[in-house]
């Protein structure tokens, strides 16, 4: 198969991803969450609600990511023109370097809020310890916060990427 056509599906592959994982992360915040207040007013029942969709979606995430790491590796590789000294001494390499701290600085923040505060709140809310919970979910509402922000300064930047 002709080389142009395989990096073209491969950036379609990557690009979908990107569609999945930020526009479903955006949607559980902007839809999901606010929604859930409407359907109930059982904090018990709303916690668990938004627990399991952000559980279901989970999968999808690891999925997505996994996919954009690797399909980005390889786009990389046309994009710096097989040469990795370029990450470091070209203007699009910097951008795809500030890009990559950031995807890491996103995966970081996102599985250490999900695997340190996420088990916890569906706990205490089992367990009815309502004001633990509202302290708990300040600080991992927050931090989602910034992985939402980290997702806008990403996709920045991969945009960057076609001027540089
Ligand atoms: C959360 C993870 C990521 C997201 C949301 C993301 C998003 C995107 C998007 C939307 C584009 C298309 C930009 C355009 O064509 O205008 C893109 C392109 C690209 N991405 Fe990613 N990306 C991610 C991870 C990565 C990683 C880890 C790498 C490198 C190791 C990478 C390298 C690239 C490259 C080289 C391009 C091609 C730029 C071009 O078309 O000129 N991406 N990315």
């Known amino acids: 198969m002709d080389l142009t056509l395989i990096n073209t599906i491969i950036l379609w592959i990557h690009v979908f991803s990107s569609i999945i994982f930020v526009g479903g992360s955006f949607f ?4 999901v969450v606010p929604a859930s207040y409407r359907i109930t007013d059982d904090e018990k029942f709303r916690t668990r609600i938004v627990g399991l969709v952000g559980k279901q979606f989970a999968m ?4 997505t990511l996994a996919v954009l790491i690797i399909t980005g590796i390889y786009n990389a590789t046309w994009y710096l023109n097989y040469d990795y000294s370029a990450l470091f001494n070209t203007p699009g390499g ?4 500030v ?3 950031l995807v890491g600085a996103m995966i970081l923040i996102m599985y250490g809020n999900n695997m340190y505060h996420g088990k916890r ?4 809310a ?3 310890k309502m004001e633990e919970l509202r302290k708990l979910r300040k600080w991992s509402h927050m931090l989602s916060y910034v992985t939402l922000g980290l997702m806008v ?6 945009v960057s990427l076609e001027f540089y």
């Open 99 to 101: 890009k990559i701290v």
């Open 121 to 124: 709140i569906m706990e205490m």
């Open 153 to 158: 300064a990403i996709t920045f930047a991969a």
């Open 126 to 128: 089992r367990e009815g």
């Open 28 to 31: 559980i915040w902007v839809v």
């Open 60 to 63: 999808i995430t690891n999925i």
């Open 94 to 97: 910097n951008i795809l370097l």
